[in-house]
């Protein structure tokens, strides 16, 4: 079963950082787009940033544009999302979601996700 899982979310204050993790099992992320997508209380799922297989595109919302960068580390079989500067409004649930072969706009594009990992930035 294609499973992904997120991890490397918790409480940062305003101007720190973190480091998402999208881990997968039961097959290959080199083989797949991977995007990130988080969801705040009450707001729709938006896209955060995505990376393609093909030709290692790389995607960033206007919102997070030199403060996030995503990349995947073959070996490890991972794709991560650092994320710094971070604001009070980063605050959200952060999924990554894998399809083939590139990078789509929309959520309803991506196959499998996973179960989302909580980021708060408080003071």
């Known amino acids: 079963q294609v499973q992904l899982v997120e991890s490397g979310g918790g409480l940062v204050q305003p101007g720190g950082s973190l480091r998402l993790s999208c881990a997968a099992s039961?097959?290959?992320?080199?083989?797949?787009?991977i995007g990130w997508f988080r969801q705040a209380p009450g707001k729709e799922r938006e896209g955060v940033s995505c990376i393609s297989t093909r030709d290692g595109s790389i995607y960033y919302a206007d919102s997070v544009k030199g403060r996030f960068t995503i990349s995947r580390d073959n070996s490890k079989n991972t794709v991560y999302l650092q994320m710094n500067s971070l604001e009070p409004e980063d605050t959200a649930v952060y999924y990554c979601?894998?399809?083939?072969?590139?990078?789509?706009?929309?959520?309803?594009?991506?196959?499998?996700w996973g179960q989302g990992t909580q980021v708060l930035v408080s003071s």
């Open positions: 039961e097959f290959r992320l080199a083989y797949y787009a």
């Open positions: 979601a894998s399809r083939r072969p590139s990078c789509m706009r929309s959520s309803r594009e991506y196959e499998y």
